[in-house]
């Protein structure tokens, strides 16, 4: 009698792009890691000078990386690196972020390449964009990733925001290696395999010196930029 090699549970694998063989081109993504419905609830009681709070978060309808045997990978089939860079203002880590991506041959983004996405995203203008998003306050980012989905109307810096993390986790879908700058990128591509952080700081001295002949300014005006920006 004839016994098929092939079980129920069997690995099946399809011809995708139709070249007759079986390789790394032929991966697709199945569903996203950005959900499609977020939901909030804050709750809050107060009781003689005593304050009680609660709040919760949660996302539905989303695809969710889960183990090392589920790691992206990129055009090549090698294992995808999402190199998240943040650095203090005037420690030169944007500059050090490009040469790095020039350096691995991976794609780099940084203003140039994702405030456009990021208006297209928000509807805000690049201008205000461009002004607002290296200086963005802690206490904005906060707020939003604890209880912003809850809110009913955004401002403008949590529709950046928000646009932001839409982008950044757009872009971690893609079959590429890249270096991405700023952004919170690190935060937001927390729980992703495939991400590798890296924070550049300098001595305050240092930066005060760079801001200086970078911007054109006395080391008077130049610390109190960085003053402002940290």
């Known amino acids: 009698?004839?016994?098929?090699?092939?079980?129920?549970?069997?690995?099946?694998?399809?011809?995708?792009?139709?070249?007759?063989?079986?390789?790394?081109?032929?991966?697709?993504?199945?569903?996203?890691?950005?959900?499609?419905?977020?939901?909030?609830?804050?709750?809050?009681v107060a009781w003689k000078g005593l304050?009680?709070?609660?709040?919760?978060?949660?996302?539905?309808?989303?695809?969710?990386i889960i183990g090392d045997e589920d790691l992206y990978f990129d055009e090549t089939g090698?294992?995808?690196?999402?190199?998240?860079?943040?650095?203090?203002?005037?420690?030169g880590g944007y500059e050090l972020a490009r040469k790095l991506a020039d350096y691995l041959g991976v794609k780099f983004y940084g203003n140039n390449e994702l405030i456009p996405l990021e208006a297209e995203e928000s509807g805000l203008p690049e201008s205000f964009i461009q002004k607002h998003e290296h200086n963005m306050s802690h206490a904005v980012v906060y707020d939003f990733m604890n209880a912003g989905y809850a809110m009913l109307e955004l401002t403008p810096l949590e529709?950046?925001?928000?646009?932001?993390?839409k982008v950044i986790r757009r872009i971690a879908q893609r079959p590429e290696?890249?270096?991405?700058?700023?952004?919170?990128?690190?935060?937001?591509?927390?729980?992703?395999?495939?991400?590798?952080?890296?924070?550049?700081?300098?001595?305050?001295?240092?930066?005060?010196?760079?801001?200086s002949e970078?911007?054109?300014?006395?080391?008077?005006?130049?610390?109190?930029?960085?003053?402002?920006?940290?």
Request: charged share 20%; net charge negative.
């Open 78 to 91: 090698k294992p995808k690196l999402l190199i998240s860079i943040g650095w203090e203002f005037g420690s």
């Open 177 to 211: 290696s890249c270096v991405l700058v700023g952004r919170c990128s690190d935060y937001i591509l927390y729980d992703d395999p495939n991400s590798f952080r890296i924070f550049i700081h300098a001595p305050t001295d240092y930066r005060v010196q760079r801001i």
């Open 1 to 44: 009698a004839f016994v098929s090699a092939t079980q129920l549970g069997d690995e099946v694998f399809e011809d995708v792009d139709g070249d007759g063989s079986i390789n790394t081109n032929d991966y697709i993504c199945i569903g996203s890691v950005e959900p499609k419905y977020y939901y909030g609830l804050n709750f809050n």
């Open 159 to 165: 529709k950046l925001f928000a646009a932001q993390v």
């Open 51 to 64: 304050t009680f709070s609660v709040y919760g978060q949660g996302a539905w309808d989303y695809a969710s």
């Open 214 to 230: 970078s911007m054109h300014l006395s080391e008077k005006q130049a610390a109190a930029d960085l003053s402002a920006t940290d």
